[in-house]
């Protein structure tokens, strides 16, 4: 089966300038789930969509934002970017049994 | 809140030996811990997990243990390979916090052949 998919794999952005990034999870599945990954503070939890619906919200500012389409991709927006905004950012589709929750390959964001 | 701590950070081993990671978890309502392995500019993959009416799992040479009461769980790999260098993370899951897993802060694993 095809994995999830993040699109771009590579950004850099300017300070204060706004990013969208994007994540197709595997066909047929309804939940994705958005990650942050920095050295410093490892894989936070952003938020998790189901079926176009936020289900849950991890504790970021909400600069962060995210939606889901009627296909089950997602988008996250990351508005007035700050350079500690530079992190991986993963995405997740649903839990299965096989599998656990599988991730993508990750966007790459460099804020300058 | 919720937290996963996770030891050691760094931990190397010579080909051939075992290697543990220790993780500790605080909500007691988590129900499923799973073990990713990350490869340096790769995706984190799942590599074992377990769900909390288990006490012990094994897939070859990984096995995962389960102390439900210490809120405690580890990864064993026996018979290290240098493939099995990477950064592993333990993470828990709480049904009653919908798709957002707890990770560790990680533990880089290095085997030295």
């Known amino acids: 089966k095809a994995g999830v998919t993040q699109t771009p794999r590579y950004l850099i952005k300017t300070r204060g300038q706004q990013v969208t990034l994007s994540c197709s999870p595997i066909?047929?599945?309804?939940?994705v789930s958005w990650y942050q990954q920095t050295p410093g503070q490892g894989l936070q939890f952003l938020f998790e969509?189901?079926?176009?619906?936020?289900?849950n919200k991890g504790n970021f500012p909400g600069r962060f934002s995210g939606r889901q389409f009627s296909n089950s991709r997602s988008e996250m927006n990351v508005s007035t970017l700050e350079l500690g905004d530079s992190a991986l950012y993963l995405c997740?589709?649903?839990?299965?049994?096989?599998?656990?929750?599988?991730f993508g390959s990750g966007t790459r964001l460099t804020v300058v | 809140g919720e937290n996963v701590e996770q030891h050691p950070s760094t931990l190397s081993v010579q080909e051939g030996d075992s290697a543990v990671i220790k993780c500790t978890y605080s909500?007691?309502?988590?129900?499923?811990f799973p073990w990713y392995k990350q490869e340096l500019g790769k995706r984190p993959q799942l590599i074992i997990d377990?769900?909390?009416?288990?006490g012990e799992k094994k897939d070859q040479r990984i096995a995962v243990t389960l102390n439900k009461t210490a809120k405690h769980f580890s990864l064993h790999i026996t018979e290290t390979q240098p493939e099995d260098s990477a950064v592993y993370f333990c993470?828990?899951?709480?049904?009653?916090?919908?798709?957002?897993?707890?990770f560790g802060q990680g533990t880089t694993l290095q085997v030295k052949p």
């Open positions: 997740a589709s649903s839990w299965d049994r096989e599998s656990g929750y599988t």
């Open positions: 909500d007691s309502a988590s129900n499923y």
């Open positions: 377990i769900r909390s009416n288990v």
């Open positions: 969509y189901f079926s176009e619906t936020q289900r």
């Open positions: 066909s047929g599945h309804r939940s």
């Open positions: 993470a828990a899951y709480g049904s009653s916090n919908t798709g957002k897993l707890i």
